[in-house]
């Protein structure tokens, strides 16, 4: 159930809608409950068929398949987890849960990738008597099984950081089902062992940059950085083209999870003008507008706030202000 708030305080009031963002969370849980009973199948699968075929390229696939079974439960988790509401010690829910399922995800892969590389070198050396055909078989029923799940969470893979990084787990997986087919092939018609270990270590070096970018992602909200998708200054230049607004400071714009954009902000505005019926209506309806976001806080000023200015600091009204709180969540409960 999705509940849309508006809280005022001060002179303003103002929001959005979200309307529909448990229905988003029910069918990207729904696709990785599917795609971790796909994953889990055949790991085990292709884990024996490795060992029996002494397929490094069939293990290392099988490697991958095991990060995507613990981030797709991960995933899961953070689903359910986040859907619970705030509370007295988490006042801001436990969205954020998600970007810590992605960045561990992340961080698994990568080790995954860089553990595969490693022991893919030192088999070059000596290759062992690989079974191609037996490789063969497995890999191709892999690429159907990756396929497959791929298609289950391709529609939340734009909406959620979290299934995004569950969606890169079983594209690297298909990635290294084709390698694992085409190495077998070689092998098969050209008896060179060594493509097995060349095919794994391609498959290692094809995953690791883009692991590094869902790191990255993760990072930056875990950092309460500025969304890749917005640029600060275009967001300061928008406020300060408000008529009626003098100055900005004390500007922040962060995520608390995918698509869940929050701003702070300080405006020192016109004493003329009442800032809030022709100020913080146009400020909100531009940041909706412009940049999508709908969960604000503004603070209007008719001189700036500073350290040096005590009174005003620690919230003495020595002068006149306004205080706006444009909310709009969409809250999941779960049952």
Known sequence: MAHEHQHGEGTGHGGGSHAGHDHTAGANERSLKIAL????????????????????????????MLTDVVALAIALMAIRVGRRSADARRTFGYARFEILAAAFNAMLLFGAAVFIVYEAWLRLKSPPDIQPAGMLAIAVVGLLVNLVAMKVLAGGRDESLNVKGAYLEVWSDMLGSLGVIVGAAIIKFTGFAWVDSVVAILIGLWVLPRTWSLLKSSINILLEGVPDDIRLADVRHALSTVPGVRSIHDLHVWALSSG???????????????????????????????????????????????????????????????????????HDHGP
Do not use: W
Request: hydrophobic share 45%; net charge negative; aromatic share 4%.
């Open 37 to 64: 009973g796909l994953t889990t199948a055949f790991l085990l699968v292709e884990f024996v068929g490795g060992v029996v075929t002494q397929s490094l390229a069939l293990i290392s696939d099988a490697a991958h």
């Open 260 to 330: 869940k954009v929050s701003l702070t902000a300080h405006v020192v505005n016109d004493p003329d003008i009442d800032a809030e019926r022709h100020v913080l209506p146009v400020i909100r309806d531009r940041l909706a507008k412009d940049f999508g976001i709908t969960h604000i806080t503004v603070q209007c000023e008719l001189e700036p706030c500073g350290q040096t200015n005590e009174a005003h600091h620690f919230g003495v009204p020595e002068v006149a202000s306004a205080v706006a709180h444009a909310h709009d969540h969409a």
